[in-house]
């Protein structure tokens, strides 16, 4: 299964994918900020996930069950990931995060998220200010040598979006 979600969504709402057993990998759009409460809970298949650059908020229990899920990718956005998210995640092993270890610290973690605790933090040097773009992206010397010689701002604050087309009047 391949879902594709418009880049207009900026919630994606409660049991969206609730006990989905055929979503092995999800890639959300960075306007999302937060992820409701169940929002992938019990979807068996799902191995990895990338979360959106905006995301701040992840609700209650909203990867619970993932049982197959072992990696995730966190942006520098996130403040908040509220009970009991990653129960039931017994798998999840990796943890890339862009951002420094004291950034990581700074998240709110809500109680029983063992697993996502015991997991390798993997901190991912963002490049030239970008929290979708690290150091060891194919790109990433291409991306940090268009900023430096002004070809480029990125897309947003702190967003390059590597995944977006770029047309001519870019």
Do not use: M
Not at 26 to 42: C, G, H, N, R
Not at 46 to 73: K, M, V, W
Not at 97 to 103: L, N
Not at 107 to 124: M, Q, S
Request: glycine residues 6%.
């Amino acid at each position: 299964v391949r879902v594709t979600l418009s880049n207009n969504i900026t919630t994606l709402g409660y049991q969206t994918f609730y006990d989905c057993d055929a979503l092995p990998t999800v890639t959300l759009p960075d306007s999302i900020t937060t992820i409701e409460k169940k929002a992938f809970e019990d979807c068996n298949a799902l191995t990895t996930i990338s979360l959106p650059a905006n995301l701040t908020t992840i609700q209650d229990r909203a990867f619970r069950n993932c049982e197959a899920l072992t990696s995730i990718t966190i942006r520098g956005s996130l403040t908040t990931i509220g009970k009991e998210v990653f129960v039931g995640c017994e798998n999840l092993t990796d943890v890339y995060y862009y951002g420094t270890p004291e950034q990581w610290a700074q998240i709110e973690i809500g109680a029983g998220n063992t697993n996502l605790k015991n997991a390798t933090i993997h901190y991912v040097v963002p490049v030239a200010g970008f929290t979708d773009v690290s150091s060891g992206d194919y790109y990433a010397q291409a991306v940090q040598w268009a900023v430096d010689h002004k070809v480029t701002t990125g897309t947003g604050a702190n967003t390059f979006s590597p995944a977006n087309t770029v047309t001519r009047a870019e």
